[in-house]
């Protein structure tokens, strides 16, 4: 089957504007998630998701940043005025059911430059 | 705060062994992880530890002992397509996952 798949691969804005990042996770899993990766770090939280609502928002850095997954598949991470420190890859992560034990399936990510 | 500690780097020779190591301080714990990634692309799921001990599988195999905050990776046989980053990552009370910020394994002929 299909894994989680993302878009666009890449994406170069320029500061200011607004940007839509895809997330087209596992069929059948309820749990999604968010991160975003610099080089030589790991995946920062962004948001998860259990079917359509946000079950835990908690890593959003600020209010330029807004996530959505409404009929509790697809997602959509929007970027409001971006700015320098926006780039990053921004990764998108499905699971079964977001147990504890259950492994998070990755997509590729979506590589954001703003210059 | 939370805090997952790995090493930087490791170098190690093609066939050997090599023991990746990861300790933790986190509010509270449900397990551990461990994901490999590729440079340019996603991590993917290696092992998950949620009680004390060894778990074998095939070439890895990952041990916890949540008494010391401590977890290791251990690759055995290494072939040069294991060279790649390891991250560790910890399910904290709030089933959220704190990583680490990965090894870089670098394999050498």
């Known amino acids: 089957g299909a894994g989680v798949s993302q878009t666009p691969s890449n994406k170069v804005t320029e500061k200011g504007k607004y940007v839509e990042l895809r997330c087209d996770p596992i069929?059948?899993?309820?749990?999604l998630y968010w991160y975003r990766q610099s080089l030589g770090q790991g995946p920062e939280f962004l948001i998860y998701?259990?079917?359509?609502?946000?079950?835990?928002d908690s890593g959003l850095p600020n209010d330029r940043f807004f996530a959505v997954r409404p009929e509790g598949s697809v997602s959509t991470l929007k970027i409001q005025r971006t700015e320098r420190g926006d780039s990053a890859v921004y990764l998108c992560?499905?699971?079964?059911?977001?147990?504890?034990?259950?492994?998070?399936?990755f997509g590729p990510g979506t590589r954001l430059t703003v210059l | 705060g939370q805090n997952i500690d790995q090493p930087t780097e490791m170098t190690a020779t093609e066939g050997a062994i090599v023991q990746i190591n990861c300790t933790y301080q986190?509010?509270?714990?449900?397990?551990l992880f461990w994901y490999q990634q590729h440079a340019g692309e996603a991590p993917t799921f290696l092992s998950y530890?949620?009680l004390d001990g060894l778990e074998e599988k095939g070439r890895f195999s990952s041990f916890l002992s949540r008494s010391k905050g401590y977890s290791y990776l251990l690759l055995k046989e290494l072939q040069m397509k294991d060279s790649a980053s390891y991250l560790c990552?910890?399910?904290?009370?709030?089933?959220?996952?704190?990583w680490g910020a990965g090894t870089k394994l670098i394999i050498k002929p």
């Open positions: 069929s059948g899993h309820t749990a």
């Open positions: 530890n949620v």
């Open positions: 986190t509010s509270g714990f449900n397990g």
């Open positions: 992560a499905s699971s079964f059911r977001g147990e504890a034990y259950n492994e998070q399936f």
């Open positions: 998701f259990q079917g359509t609502g946000a079950a835990d």
């Open positions: 990552a910890v399910v904290d009370s709030n089933y959220q996952l704190i």
